[in-house]
Nanobody, 123 residues
Framework: EVQLQASGGGLVQAGGSLRLSCAASGFTFDDYAIGWFRQAPGKEREAVACITISDGNTHYIDSVKGRFTISSDNAKNTVYLQINSLKPNDTAVYYC????????????????WGQGTQVTVSS
């Protein structure tokens, strides 16, 4: 059974931090890239970060560079997204997704999706 379980969201004040987790199972973790996406109400879903599990290469969109850090604990089949200096416009449902072999910003390349976790940042 393929599963991607996103967790760790919550309600925080601007300037605070959260660590999101994506626990993967049912597929060969090392053969995939794991991306984090977010979608706010009324807005398009956007990619924010990605990590290629096999070599640990990471990628970020400009608006989150320096604040978001994606990492992987391969022994636990888990990817994390550390979010610092949260801003109100970071408020969204955050999803993790798995794409075979390498990172891409194109959401339709991703094979598996988690259920998402809500991040709400108060001003």
């Amino acid at each position: 059974e393929v599963q991607l379980q996103a967790s760790g969201g919550g309600l925080v004040q601007a300037g605070g931090s959260l660590r999101l987790s994506c626990a993967a199972s049912g597929f060969t973790f090392d053969d995939y890239a794991i991306g984090w996406f977010r979608q706010a109400p009324g807005k398009e879903r956007e990619a924010v970060a990605c990590i290629t599990i096999s070599d640990g290469n990471t990628h970020y969109i400009d608006s989150v560079k320096g604040r978001f850090t994606i990492s992987s604990d391969n022994a636990k089949n888990t990817v994390y997204l550390q979010i610092n200096s949260l801003k109100p416009n970071d408020t969204a449902v955050y999803y993790c997704a798995a794409d075979f072999l390498q990172c891409t910003w194109y959401q339709y390349d991703y094979d598996y999706w988690g259920q998402g976790t809500q991040v709400t940042v108060s001003s």
